[in-house]
């Protein structure tokens, strides 16, 4: 979806909405994949209905030329179009505990372990890093074009397009992605996250 054009459809789901349980609830998916997901895709599509120009372009190549967007447009195109892409790119990484590869192996664990000591440190400075998120945002693991591994918090709906990272795991830490299911408790939810994010995934 990401280097497809308007209009911009919500993706099948690759799994069915209870797939993710107990980790991730139906309810919370059914919420988080139809209303909030397809909200950015709705939103996104009416902001750019009236630029035929727009609609010829990727939604990468929006999000990589805000000063191409006409003004009156650019923010709601930029945090619609940052909403499809995060969603996206978090949706893609999971995968049910009961199939897909839920622990790195070879090269990625390798250099994980060299990064943080182990698997179980890497996912302590993740989840560290994801509890500093000060209102809504993501906190993304990043490889980079040198093979070091960095892991980056993005407010609200920021997206990093820098072409020498590449995104590995993503996971959304706005408040309507865990409060259904965890309330406040942001921990409990990074902490069971790990049983469906999915290190197979190529971004
Ligand atoms: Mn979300």
Do not use: C
Not at 58 to 73: D, F, G, Q, Y
Not at 114 to 121: I, V
Not at 169 to 196: G, P, T
């Amino acid at each position: 979806m990401i280097h497809e054009n308007y209009p911009y459809k919500l993706p099948e789901l690759l799994f069915p909405y209870n797939a993710l349980e107990p980790y991730i609830t139906e309810e919370t998916m059914h919420y988080h994949y139809d209303k909030h997901f397809k909200g950015y895709i709705d939103k996104l599509n009416a902001a750019l209905a009236p630029y035929p120009a727009l609609q010829r372009r990727s939604l990468i190549w929006l999000l990589k030329n805000p000063n191409a967007i006409p003004r009156e447009v650019r923010d709601s195109v930029m945090k619609n179009a940052g909403g499809v892409y995060n969603h996206y790119m978090y949706f893609h990484g999971l995968s049910p505990a009961g199939s897909g590869a839920h622990l790195p192996t070879g090269e990625y664990l390798k250099l994980i372990e060299k990064t943080w000591g182990s698997f179980d440190g890497f996912k302590t400075a993740f989840n560290a890093k994801a509890m500093e998120v000060f209102g809504s945002g993501w906190t993304v693991l990043k490889k980079t074009s040198r093979g070091k591994l960095e892991i980056i918090n993005l407010p609200n709906q920021r997206v990093d397009l820098r072409s020498n990272t590449k995104p590995l795991v993503y996971v959304d830490v706005w408040e309507h992605a865990y409060y259904l299911q965890y309330k406040n408790l942001r921990q409990d939810y990074l902490n069971n996250i790990w049983n469906v994010i999915d290190f197979s995934k190529k971004q």
